[in-house]
């Protein structure tokens, strides 16, 4: 009843073609944006913005790019941690080198710089697949990485590739409150979630989601697979670099090479396996997930179990849970948490008359 | 050229402890078709329990079995927990769960035996053969041929399982094909809880050999790492693949490093065997050994 689509009826195209076709959602998306953009950065002290929004915000974009490439083109990549590598040194360097560089082309060019190495590492899902693609995706996260630290160029000649980011500032205003820097976050986020939102239903997306379930029947109805593939890597870098981008700008400030290392690319990958594979929605879920989890086991042990487990427990809960809820959720709900929330529409939408 | 074969033979020798690790993920990929990320969690896991029941006073032939005992256990556990419902997923997620389970096992690990590094003393040295070096002036460490003899041994009883007892003919016929095996009355349960505990196996072996080297710590985990490439070179589906690709990783890592790392500033080790083994897939998309896979519609 609270979400039943009867009686919306569609008199143009325009209205035909909007991201969100049901008026519930477009209701709800506003009340959450309003809620994001208004009440929240009144609301949450400190801590909140910096120690859990901001990075909720920056990891969803990150799982957004790799649930691009792993949920709707189907290639299974565990090197997203560099390609948010190459985004936050391009970032840098573009900063640093070029003089009045603003600070959000510096970010999408960040973005571009790491869409570029995307497509790179992606040349050989043209020839492999599946576990052997996600090896060589593995070959993307050390080399990167080891040239980061290597090369004294990226990191300004400092010491052990060290990068401190600079002052974001856009027109004259100075990004240094935690609020500011959470709007910022936050809008970037949005819109670029809005633009893969549309992507993924377009013919883009329909193209990814056809080679994703059966490549060689795509191939034959005429999909171009290089291009597609390819634009997947391309475009899920490109996300991928922003959110590195981000971390760096936004959240961490002082950041090394050996930051975005192999854990990072696990824990995005957590993230979109948690949240939902292939599901934009999913990819904040997940991060909200993630992000929160960690906090919540340090606050069950110290506090309510405080003294109770044996510290050597203790300090490995962690792990273990992690990896218990990822076998959990791919047994029990391979979908994730946004197939929860789908389950939740559709029960809404009988409620509370279900015959 | 002394140098260079010094640095060959070494390459080589490590080469074969990649082997180790490779042949564990070989075995699974074989008969369950299951990529299985958690190999390198499990050698941790089966070194780790090893020296934490050395560690209690129990002799050491003693410690190995129940150390086996441990791994058979975790196996027939993954196989009821983690594989039997997954049945029918579509291998990526199964690879997914596979990551889950590593690390869920280096937790369990940990939490059981604590997170210190340990020693392991097989009662090997690690230093070179004194007749070969009075000979010829190349270094040969004992340990490192003493891995390789136990590498030879345990292909070659794999081998011989695999090619002569009822069970290893079950084994070949399940990685041929599931569900003809099935049809003809093999129990796919059973042979996936065997191929498990032989993993398992392999896994203790490799851990006792890994560990005596740099000793038990987490870092054994990221053996599973240096066993990816060699698994992509050999192919997955092939035991001598495990240990030809072992060979060349190791032998042209360790050249590498020698020769190329010198000069961009070292470390290449990380990552080369990766680039390596990324090279030949574009030329051999299915490995040295591995079968050619032909898709359908």
Known sequence: ?355 | MQFFFEVLIGGLLSGVMYSFVALGFVLIYKASGVFNFAQGAMVFFAALTFVGILETGVPFWLALILAFGAMVILGIATERIVLRPMVNQPPIALFMATIGLTFLIEGLAQAMWGSSVRGLDLGIQDEPIAWIMDATDIGVSKFDLFAAGVAAVLVTALALFFQYTRVGRALRAVADDHQAALSIGIPLQTIWRIVWAVAGFVALVAGLIWGARNGVQFALTFTALKALPVLILGGFTSVPGAIVGGLIIGSTEKLAEVYLGAHVGGGIDAWFPYILALGFLLVRPEGLFGEKHIDRV
């Open chain 1, 1 to 355: 009843m609270l979400y039943r689509e009867a009686g919306q009826f569609k008199s143009s195209y325009t209205s035909d073609q909007q991201i969100f076709p049901i008026r519930q959602d477009r209701i709800g998306i506003m009340l959450l944006l309003l809620v994001a953009f208004v009440l929240v950065p009144g609301m949450a002290d400190e801590y909140w913005l910096k120690g859990i929004l901001i990075p909720f915000l920056v990891f969803s974009l990150a799982a957004l790019g790799l649930n691009i490439l792993t949920g709707y083109a189907g290639q299974l990549s565990l090197g997203s941690a560099a390609f948010m590598a190459v985004g936050a040194f391009a970032s840098y360097n573009f900063m640093l080198r070029i003089d009045g560089m603003p600070l959000l082309v510096a970010f999408a060019l960040g973005g571009v710089m790491a869409a570029l190495v995307g497509i790179v590492f992606g040349l050989p899902s043209l020839r492999i697949k599946g576990f052997y693609l996600a090896v060589a995706t593995l070959a993307a996260q050390f080399f990167i990485i080891w040239l980061l630290t290597k090369v004294s160029w990226f990191s300004n000649d400092s010491t052990s590739g060290v990068i401190s980011a600079q002052e974001m500032e856009i027109f004259g205003y100075v990004f240094d409150s935690p609020e500011s820097k959470y709007l910022l976050v936050l809008s970037i986020v949005t819109v670029m979630a809005l633009m893969a939102k549309n992507m993924v239903r377009g013919a883009v997306g329909r193209a990814w989601m056809a080679v994703r379930d059966m490549d060689v029947a795509a191939e034959v109805i005429g999909i171009r697979i290089m291009h597609t593939k390819l634009l997947a890597f391309a475009v899920s870098s490109f996300y991928c670099g922003v959110a590195g981008a981000l971390y760096a700008y936004a959240y961490i400030g002082t950041v090394e090479p050996e930051g975005f290392n192999l854990d990072l690319s696990f824990k995005i990958l957590f993230m979109i396996i948690i949240g939902g594979v292939g599901s934009i929605s999913g990819a904040f879920l997940g991060s909200a997930f993630i992000v929160l989890l960690p906090i919540f086991l340090d606050v069950l042990v110290q506090d309510v179990f405080a003294g109770l487990l044996p510290p050597s427990i203790a300090s490995n809960l962690q792990l273990m849970v992690f990896g218990g809820l990822i076998i959990f959720f791919l047994i029990v709900e391979p979908h994730g948490l946004a197939r929860l929330w789908q389950i939740t529409k559709e029960k809404l939408r009988l409620w509370p008359f279900p015959h």
